[in-house]
Nanobody, 115 residues
């Protein structure tokens, strides 16, 4: 079955950096676009970044220039490098893939940005 397992979240001060990882299994990873979403308390889940199967990235306006998505098809892993973190970036970050019009989500990893 499809499994997406995120890691790398934690507590960071404003201006700091974190790198999230999402390890995928049960899918032919290299042929799918992979996404990162986030959800802050009391808010709807929102799109953060996407990387296509051909390594083309796409970002939400709120993270452009600060976040970078990448993938390693040899490890079936997608990454989200987050720099210049702001308190508004605090959320649970989720890995996502859509296959045959069905959505698969990881369990999420918590990112807290606070001094």
């Amino acid at each position: 079955q499809v499994q997406l397992v995120e890691s790398g979240g934690g507590l960071v001060q404003p201006g700091g950096s974190l790198r999230l990882s999402c390890a995928a299994s049960g899918i032919m990873f290299r042929i799918y676009a992979m996404n990162w979403y986030r959800q802050a308390p009391g808010k709807q889940r929102e799109f953060v970044a996407r990387i296509s199967s051909s390594d083309s990235p796409n970002y939400a306006d709120s993270v452009k220039g600060r976040f970078a998505i990448s993938r390693d098809n040899t490890k079936n892993t997608v990454y989200l490098q987050m720099n210049s973190l702001e308190p508004e970036d605090a959320a649970v970050y989720y890995c996502h893939v859509q296959m045959a019009l069905r959505d698969y989500w990881g369990q999420g990893t918590q990112v807290t940005v606070s001094s």
